[in-house]
């Protein structure tokens, strides 16, 4: 006589139930988000290239339009003729100091600020006002204090992406799990291992939404920055073609601004995906 003990069916999940909840997706659900992200912007190029010959411009706007076409080829001649090289290093070093800068000087800052009540005191009326002027107020100051040069670019991009990075870690470290703190100091943990286990950990959707944000500000300040108070970079190009009536030229700037941004863009969400892998899945839309 076997003594063998039977699981109940109920405590035992199907085979489909594990696929739903776990983090097993099929193909298509890994590839939808950005088959729907490419397909809306494949749709929009197609209607942008229409216009001109569906539509009878006047010959005004026809001297200020241009088509996607014609945008692709003005990009790639300035890529084959190299001169999109120099000022679009100039740019980017602009962009990747003053972000790196603001990523050093934002998350530490926000988690001292977060887990020290005297400090938080001190300092949030400071915080406060400055992440409430526009920094377009800054540049006048900016340009007379470091002149033209990167370094200017690098503290008004470094101005616009920090408060983001700041504001977004404090509160996610102000909204930590207090009982999971206390449990971790009831083991003889010290600020470290609270900072460490519990408090980073529960800060990170906060983080991750101050980053998109940063990221969106940084390339904003860039192009504040050359527009206004550069000499070189892919703001002065845009503002001197502009005043030649190059159009295409002007766009292809753009283009370029709004593709560094969605590739920081997706860098960010790469980390985001790496970092919440132990959050439960989420449910199903239908």
Known sequence: MSDARHIPAATAPS????????PGLSLWERIEPAMLGIGSIIALLLIWELVPRIMTLSPGMKLFFTTPS?????????????????????SASGFAIGLGLSIL???PLGVIIGRSRTLNSMLDPFITAFNAT???????LVMVWLGLGLSAK??????????????NTYEGVRNADRLLINVVRSFGGGEWAIARLVVIPNAMPYIIAG?????????????????????DGLGVMMMQAAGRYQVDIVFSGLVIFAVLSLAMTALVQMLENRVSRWRPPQLKEF
């Open 15 to 22: 085979q489909a139930e594990a696929d739903d909840s776990g």
């Open 70 to 90: 014609l945008i692709a080829a003005a990009i790639w001649k300035m890529f084959a003729d190299g001169t999109i090289w120099a000022p679009l290093s100039v």
């Open 105 to 107: 000087v934002g998350l």
């Open 134 to 140: 526009p920094r377009l107020v800054f540049l006048p």
């Open 154 to 167: 690098v503290l008004i991009v470094f101005i616009g992406a920090v408060f983001p990075i700041l504001i």
């Open 211 to 231: 980053l998109r944000l940063a990221v969106g500000r940084a390339v904003l300040g860039v192009v504040v920055a050359e527009f206004f108070g550069s000499e």
